[in-house]
């Protein structure tokens, strides 16, 4: 999250969180905006001694803090991206989604619910979002799909629930997006 970034959090499913914070001037990827980072093994564990104990500046804790840097700089961004609409339009079309990630209709039978035109909602969608319909909905059935697995949900029930025509269709995206399938991010996020 670079500095000045406004935003929130939510945390679905068990969780110990931990956050570190970096100087303002320190933004090791260069980022301008907020991103997902993979963390693996070494991360995790520097993450871990940089907000546990005493936060004295030490030169142990210097050489720990640029081992992290290096470690942020290596990590691979996640494509976890939901960018959030203010047009009203769009909110409203977006709401409906986001109730329902199952919801089946078009973005012309959303506008229409919404009052509003199925080409002002696309032009919308690329303008506030920076991707079409059809990308955000994917986004937007991912994201669902992480808290439903987070919640100990099947793939078979979260595949249906967010609006996959089948399980492997689901299976599929979701290990085109993150690189392995639901039932490995289950596995992953349930581990002490």
């Known amino acids: ?39 693996g093994p070494l991360l995790r564990e520097l993450i871990l001694a940089c907000t546990r104990g005493p936060q004295e500046d030490t030169p142990e804790r210097r050489r720990l803090h640029a081992v992290l840097l290096d470690q ?34 078009t973005l012309a039978a959303l506008g229409a619910a919404t009052g509003a035109g199925e080409r002002t909602l696309s032009r919308l969608f690329r303008r506030e979002l920076g991707m079409t319909f059809p990308q955000w909905r994917t986004q937007v059935r991912l994201y669902h799909a992480l808290r439903m697995l987070a919640d100990g949900l099947p793939v078979t029930t979260v595949a249906h629930r967010c609006g996959w025509s089948s399980t492997s269709a689901f299976i599929d995206v979701f290990r085109r997006s993150y690189g392995y399938t639901p039932g490995a991010h289950q596995r992953r996020t349930a581990a002490p």
């Open 1 to 39: 999250m670079p500095a000045g970034c406004v935003h929130a959090h939510r945390a679905h499913g068990r969780l110990e969180l931990h956050l570190l914070g970096l100087p303002a001037d320190t933004n090791p990827l260069g980022l301008d905006a907020p991103t997902v980072l993979a963390v």
């Open 72 to 105: 942020l700089r290596a990590s691979p961004q996640q494509p976890v991206q939901l960018p959030t609409p203010t047009d009203a339009r769009l909110v409203e079309v977006c709401a409906l989604l986001g109730e329902d990630p199952a919801d089946p209709r």
